[in-house]
């Protein structure tokens, strides 16, 4: 299935990530993730979109670009773009099992960011093939909670870079 990457450039605007997610639920359409964070300039918002639904996909561009507090939309194509989503992976590990679990972490690149006498916590940042592959080596410790941010991206490189006034 074809997944594609949306990125919005919008008015950081009270309610208008609530418009952007009823304009998809009014529609039916299915969204894999979405996330939100304010720029570099404070006025505006990007809002990343996952698709992978060919009907979506097609309609996104064009609904999406109609609403009044989008400023850019446009995809992030994957060979011209990098992606990164974050993960938080609380896992039950005793004194015996701890080391196995942050020697793993440790080969992914990740990092231990909490310790209790029963479990750890793990931040895995990287790409969703990145984290599936690490969440499968996990499959034989008990993964107590886990959160995934969804993804994130940028186009690479300063030609393709929105600039607003």
């Known amino acids: 299935m074809q997944k594609k990457v949306f990125q919005l450039l919008v008015d950081n605007t009270s309610g208008v990530l609530s418009r952007i997610s009823g304009l998809f639920s009014r529609r039916g359409y299915n969204i894999e993730s979405i996330t939100a964070g304010t720029t570099a300039d404070p006025r505006?918002?990007?809002i990343t979109i996952v698709a992978s639904d060919a009907e979506t996909l097609a309609q996104i561009e064009k609904q999406v670009?109609?609403?009044?507090?989008?400023?850019?939309?446009?995809?992030?194509?994957p060979e011209i773009s990098v992606y990164r989503e974050l993960a938080l992976i609380k896992v039950r590990a005793?004194?015996?099992?701890?080391q196995?679990?942050?020697?793993l972490t440790n080969t992914f690149r990740g990092n231990i960011i909490d310790v209790a006498v029963d479990s750890l916590i793990i931040e895995m940042t990287g790409g969703?093939?990145?984290?599936?592959?690490?969440?499968?080596?996990l499959s034989g410790y008990e993964i107590l909670e886990l959160a995934r941010t969804g993804i994130a991206g940028l186009g690479r490189g300063s030609g393709n870079?929105?600039?607003l006034n």
């Open 128 to 137: 969703q093939a990145k984290i599936d592959a690490f969440l499968n080596l």
């Open 161 to 163: 870079v929105t600039y």
């Open 65 to 77: 670009g109609k609403l009044e507090d989008v400023r850019d939309v446009k995809e992030l194509e």
């Open 44 to 46: 505006f918002t990007r």
């Open 94 to 98: 005793n004194e015996e099992q701890r």
């Open 100 to 103: 196995g679990v942050i020697l």
